[in-house]
């Protein structure tokens, strides 16, 4: 007996197959082939969109939710071109390094090879189902996408686009599934089916990660909490640890790269507070501070729980600390794996936070706001990844490959 | 309430930060006194291995599993020559590669860096403990080790000696754990607490491994069948197809890289088979074929599951194939990812099996038994990975480790 999930994965399995050995070329026509069907069905699109946003209204989502529901048509352009910056990256697939010849004879190397399905899982943004599939096409993978309910006239409407562009182009369309129903004991299937999926990507709240995560039989790229810290260091340039704080808090709230909790080195302390909380409360930031950093700035008295927060808002928590040493511990207990910065002057100590801080990106005297995929030159990103294996951080083309070993002999046998 | 998983879990998360750190000879010195430990304490090692080789005769333990739990002198030699090898390999931690500078001014880059603590699962073949805990230790990660409760007395012998050769070198014993108990419990704690535990690596037969990958919340590094497959095109030197087939077959026969499953173009099978037939049958091995490979040679009739079936015997399965598409078709639905080899003379047909056979390790004219971590010269392996995330085929210490990003800046921050 098989049904709609067993058909779409086995379909899936089979589209992985034709897409790892598909050619390059083949690949950037069915992108390029996307942005057209998107671009010439852009009022298909709006008006599908517009039925989630009635159905939104109706049942009382709120402001933000809806706002990331909204296609707008500079947001349709956004994805059109994120296709033609797809097509733009190098290829990954196939490309072979370390080609070395051992002592028998046989010459081994390692080939970059696609995953075969990767599984995304996220919720209402309609421009990921686009984002997602570029990614995946281009490393040669298949993908199935399930979205949020919220979306789902949208990603229809997006999905008709996708199929479209894929057929022009040759490829198999099974290669690029969004689900057609949001049945939520679809994505139970789903993490559960290691023979039709490889890799899940889950995009979402922290909730919806860890249900996945705690349940999934097949492997799961988290992007989990961005708990970001700066450590200023007693040998730090003032100024620029001030500019960095600021950036890393008030570039922008909502992100995981940015600033969550500040800590400071006891010697500088009475220095550099009252300048940076002055520089962060003009900006309407809420300081947290221990005890130590409320006897030099104005600031809430922040609890255990502060230590361990993302706020994704104007808040910082604010620490004094012995030094470097204590500002490591501090962030390897609290952190969250994601984005840790030092600013120090000290060569020996920027080499030591390097080494030590067990984050996805560990920076020396720069902002917490670099660590994404654009930043780091990757093109795009299917997520921040906080995991250890596979792929830490930005995750771009690369994480959705892995690397086979290849051996060319002449006849070798083991002796 | 904690109790003795707990404190164990907890002990080695917190010597992990320290082996994280520790200092490429310090590590080197670990091994080379934890070599010297088992030399000095030969007779105590000898003795737990015959408490545990009597009452695994008491309990009717078979004759080769009596065999893997022997430790002969030249076992223990073994023993010690792998961890000096081990200690001679290069430190994997630290490496910095790709450090480019970005249009931002930041400049990029990977730092390799353990994965932290690591869970081995294993079965009982007492020489694991110190070769698991030999490249646990080298790629700067604390390890959790539970082995076989038949090789227990062996093992706790051979904990003692790694105790004692970290605590010489300066390292926290908390480093290796050698679990004190069989408690079949503690596995599952193991493999359900990633707050203590960042990777496991099963090491057992296909069910032991399966009850962990089922109920593991813990990524696991995966190692299961090697159903291995040599395809003889019809364009292939035949002689050297004959040596390479004998070779995988025959070299050893219960090892994972050993071929299992011969696949042969129609276009040469007449002249083929009957040669590579009389060259295994001398041999004594058993050939189970195909309707065509019967007609052309003294054959078993194949079932369904011998396509799928891992013999770690002298049995081999023999399918007659249209060519090189029905044999790529063929691997890629019954082999098991592990490793599988074309003998051809075409250059297109070589570069196609390499890229669209999606398995670990892929060859073109050469034996399948290559496919080790000492042939690749990874020095030591801790196992060959079947998963497709992470690390595929020999996993040695750079399979141990993983990359984070790194940046150095000089005050920049996100415009």
Chains 1, 2 share one sequence.
Not at 6 to 21: F, N, P, V
Not at 82 to 109: C, F, K, M, N, W
Not at 292 to 320: F, K, M, N
């Amino acid at each position: 007996m098989t049904d709609y999930f067993d058909q779409t994965g086995s379909a899936a399995r089979e589209a992985s197959r034709l897409m790892a050995a598909a050619s390059t070329g083949m690949k950037n026509q069915a992108l390029a082939s996307i942005a057209h069907r998107i671009d010439a069905t852009r009022e298909a699109i709006a008006s599908a969109n517009q039925r989630d946003l009635d159905a939104g209204r109706e049942k009382g989502l709120g402001a933000a939710l809806l706002d990331r529901l909204l296609l707008t048509p500079e947001r349709i352009d956004a994805m059109i071109e994120g296709l033609h910056q797809v097509a733009a990256l190098p290829d990954p697939v196939g490309s072979v390094s370390e080609l070395d010849y051992r002592t028998s004879g046989i010459q081994l190397g390692k080939m970059r090879v696609p995953l075969g399905v990767i599984g995304i899982i996220y919720e209402s943004r309609p421009n990921v189902t686009v984002d997602a599939a570029a990614l995946c096409l281009k490393s040669g993978n298949a993908c199935i996408l399930r979205g949020g309910s919220e979306a789902f006239h949208s990603n229809m409407a997006i999905a008709a686009a996708v199929t479209s562009g894929l057929q022009s182009a040759g490829l198999p369309v099974a290669a690029v599934s969004v689900l057609e129903t949001t049945d939520r004991a679809l994505v139970d299937r789903m993490i559960q089916s290691p023979e039709y999926v490889d890799v899940i990507v889950p995009r979402g709240g922290r909730g919806l990660i860890e249900r996945i995560s705690n349940n999934a039989r097949v492997p799961v790229i988290k992007h989990l909490d961005g708990n970001c810290h700066v450590y200023v260091d007693d040998l730090a340039d003032l100024n620029m640890a001030r500019a960095i704080t600021v950036n890393g808090k008030t570039h922008r709230y909502g992100v995981c790269n940015a600033t969550e909790s500040l800590l400071v080195a006891q010697a500088v302390a009475a220095e550099f507070l009252p300048a940076v909380a002055a520089a962060l409360q003009a900006a309407g930031v809420e300081l947290r501070g221990c005890e130590q950093t409320r006897q030099l700035i104005d600031a809430v008295e922040a609890s255990e729980d502060d230590w361990g927060t993302e706020y994704l808002g104007p808040i910082l928590s604010v620490r004094v600390v012995a030094g470097i040493d204590e500002a490591i511990e501090h962030i390897n207990c609290y952190g969250s794996g994601h984005t840790d910065a030092i600013v120090t002057r000290d060569y020996s100590r920027s080499r030591k936070f390097l080494a030590a801080v067990d984050s996805s990106s560990v920076m020396v005297n720069a902002s917490t706001r670099f660590a994404d995929g654009f930043e780091y030159g990757l093109g795009a990103e299917i997520g921040i990844s906080t995991d250890k294996i596979h792929a830490r951080g930005p995750v771009g083309l690369e994480g959705l490959t892995s690397q086979k070993w290849i051996v060319f002999g002449e006849g070798q046998i083991r002796q």
